[in-house]
């Protein structure tokens, strides 16, 4: 089966589950819609899975996970090299897929497909490299560990990236011979279809990769509290990281949490204005500010803050918000409704909190219906106020006004988040001396966010535990064993030496 999408038409229908290698509706029979962010209309009605589907689509990938497990190494890399193929060759769907379901624009979604084989080809390379250690322990014994599969793996996804933050869990969780259960976000479901269509016809075996849609307190809540499941990557929400990493706990899962973040970019005295303020506007602008790393809080010094400011409302005039498939188009809409109402509602939260510098309402001339917002800014705000604490995830900054170090890591660590920070300036010691401070799980010095299958990402704080990406990922998607073999005659019950317990 394909799914059948019609890209002009911008629709797409008969969407179903992908478990057990077969494509399936609901067991219950429901389905729910998903939008189109430009417009607000329905492109596709979508399988609402509940806790029986969950139930399926584990058993399938129990059934196969001890198999999977002891399949070569080398064979299960050269699955992921053909997927990464069939991705590449498919790149254009998957792209407009993409962008019609999360509102990322087009240009922005093709340059994400195309980056998909990168996590790919990674994860296969590293499928035969990984390994335990020898230890050395006293006496005449060979001792080692070996790094396992967790198993079943469940992989529930936010709908900012829903195709790049699948594949950054999943493919190192087959690399390395787990099984996968992937709960979409139910307001993107549709690229995680296309991309199990791909899996399918890569060769991986039936029930090694499965997709379960559905809303996240029925589908993705059954799917954490599953007692077979031995290991949760969650991306998505503090609030809602702390529910699953409960229902994990509860049956002793390993839970990686990669969730929200508020974090800062800040602008030394010596930096180039002009730079720090394309850093700033990626940051808070890219992909309309529905980025777990958005750059929401400007720590702007207060010698170069006028001048900051002049050149910043200048480069937002030049932003052009639209139809993410207009030509041009530089920033999309928010994802959803729900989300444009937040995000408006925490504008209107700035405006009592704070002075409004720039935007604060829907930008001219972009399509009814649609889910539309302009950069907006916020300056004279106090860091203990709403819109510099809280994630609005959406394009909204706060401008905070620095004159010491001291003063500005304070500030900075002051949030329960801890996710990342983008510093700009030219004294390096002075941005490392900075960098060392702060308390986020990544810097970038004078460039925006960059993600890339071999850099850790992930966060301090209530941002998260775990990594995923680069080597450090690899202890999401293990469990040690240790063996020793002793090699001298067994020792008699009362000769202790060497083994004190
Ligand atoms: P969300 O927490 O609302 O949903 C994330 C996923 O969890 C969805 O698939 C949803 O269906 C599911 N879910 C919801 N309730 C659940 C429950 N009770 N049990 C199990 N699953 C449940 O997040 P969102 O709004 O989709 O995504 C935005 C959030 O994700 C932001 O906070 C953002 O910072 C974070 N995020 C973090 C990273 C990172 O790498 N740290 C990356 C992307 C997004």
Redesign the pocket.
């Known amino acids: 089966m394909t799914l059948a999408f019609d890209a002009t038409a911008r629709k797409v229908d008969d969407a179903r589950m992908f478990i057990d290698g077969g494509w399936t509706a609901a067991g219950a029979g429901a389905r729910f819609p998903t939008v189109d962010p430009n417009t607000g209309t329905t492109i596709a009605e979508v399988p609402r899975g509940d806790s029986a589907d969950v139930d399926r689509a584990v058993a399938a990938a129990k059934r196969v996970a001890v198999e999977w497990q002891f399949t070569d190494a080398i064979a299960r890399a050269g699955l992921l090299r053909a997927l990464a193929a069939k991705v590449t060759e498919h790149a254009d769907e998957l792209a407009r897929l993409e962008a019609l379901d999360s509102g990322h624009y087009l240009a922005k979604a093709q340059e994400l497909v195309g980056a998909i084989p990168l996590w790919l080809d990674y994860w296969a390379s590293a499928a035969d490299k990984v390994g335990g250690r020898t230890i050395e322990v006293p006496g005449n014994k060979l001792s080692f560990t070996i790094l396992e599969p967790l198993g079943v793996t469940a992989h529930?996804?936010?709908?900012?990236?829903p195709l790049l933050?699948l594949v950054r869990s999943c493919a190192p969780a087959l690399a390395l011979g787990n099984t996968c259960v992937v709960?979409?976000?139910?307001d993107t479901s549709l690229s995680a279809l296309k991309f199990a269509e791909l899996v399918k016809e890569a060769g991986f075996p039936d029930g090694v990769f499965n997709v379960v849609t559905g809303?996240?307190?029925e589908a993705?809540?059954a799917l954490?509290a599953h007692p077979d499941v031995a290991g949760i990557t969650?991306?998505?929400?503090?609030?809602?990281g702390k529910?699953?990493a409960k229902?994990g706990a509860d049956h002793i899962a390993q839970v990686n949490l990669?969730?929200?973040?508020k974090s800062p970019t800040i602008v030394f005295p010596d930096a180039d204005l002009d730079e720090a303020v394309e850093a700033a506007v990626q940051g808070f602008c890219s992909h309309t500010g529905q980025v777990?790393v958005a750059g929401t809080r400007l720590f702007v010094h207060a010698d170069v803050e006028k001048d900051f400011l002049a050149k910043l409302s200048a480069r937002l005039e030049q932003t052009q918000v639209g139809d993410g498939f207009a030509e041009g188009t530089q920033m999309g809409p928010l994802v959803s409704q729900k989300q444009f109402d937040r995000v408006n509602s925490y504008i209107e939260i700035g405006k009592s909190e704070a002075t409004l510098f720039y935007g604060g309402g829907r930008p001219e001339g972009t399509p009814e219906g649609g889910y539309f917002v302009q950069p907006t800014v916020f300056t004279g705000v106090d860091n203990s106020s709403r819109i510099a604490q809280e994630?609005i995830?959406g394009p909204v900054a706060s401008v905070l006004s620095w004159s010491t170090e001291d003063e500005l890591v304070e500030k900075v660590n002051d949030s329960i988040y801890g996710?990342f920070a983008v510093l700009l300036g030219k004294d390096v010691t002075r941005l490392l001396s900075t960098a060392r401070r702060l308390q986020v799980g990544g810097v970038m010095i004078n460039d925006w966010f960059g993600e890339l299958p071999m850099t850790p990402?992930g966060?301090h704080k209530q941002?998260?535990t775990g990594r995923?990406e680069g080597l450090e990922a690899i202890h999401g998607y293990t469990q040690v064993k240790h063996v020793a073999i002793n090699l001298d005659p067994l020792r008699a019950a009362t000769d202790w030496a060497g083994a004190p317990l």
Do not use: D, R
Request: aromatic letters at 12%; proline letters at 5%.
């Open positions: 529930i996804v936010p709908w900012n990236y933050i709960k979409p976000a139910e809303y996240g307190g993705g809540a954490a969650f991306t998505g929400s503090t609030e809602t529910q699953v229902l990669e969730l929200g973040g777990c994630e995830f996710l990402h966060g941002s998260g995923e």
